[in-house]
Nanobody
């Protein structure tokens, strides 16, 4: 199973970015998917999760400025980020809870991260 994130980059304060994360490999059941971020010297924190029905849950750090969604047919999660500020600069990681087989237990998988840099 591989998670491939894309869409990061450099943006000016007040700008927007849209991140994508696609999952490939053997997937029997895809449960929650999510985005987390980690700034230098800080702990990884929740940005948003989306369950298999499409309902999103947001962390407080970007609440009101992000929208998370997923396309189950494509095994892909998206994160639309608006009104970005320099404090949003971090590596953004995608995450998925999934089963690779009928008898397997759900496990957590992580993408490699995509850098988001917001300039002032």
């Amino acid at each position: 199973v591989q998670l491939q994130a894309s869409g990061g980059g450099l943006v000016q304060s007040g700008g927007s970015l849209r991140l994508s994360c696609s999952i490939s490999g053997r997937i029997f059941r895809l449960n929650d998917m999510g985005w987390y971020r980690q700034a230098p010297g800080m702990q990884r924190e929740l940005v948003a999760t989306v369950n298999s029905a499409g309902f999103a849950n947001y962390g407080v750090s970007m609440l009101g400025r992000v929208t998370a969604s997923r396309d189950n047919a494509k095994n892909t999660i998206y994160l639309q980020m608006n009104n970005l500020v320099p404090e949003d600069t971090a590596v953004y990681y995608c995450n998925a809870n999934l089963q690779t087989g009928f008898y397997g237990r759900p496990s957590e998988y992580w993408g490699q991260g995509t850098q988001v840099t917001v300039s002032s």
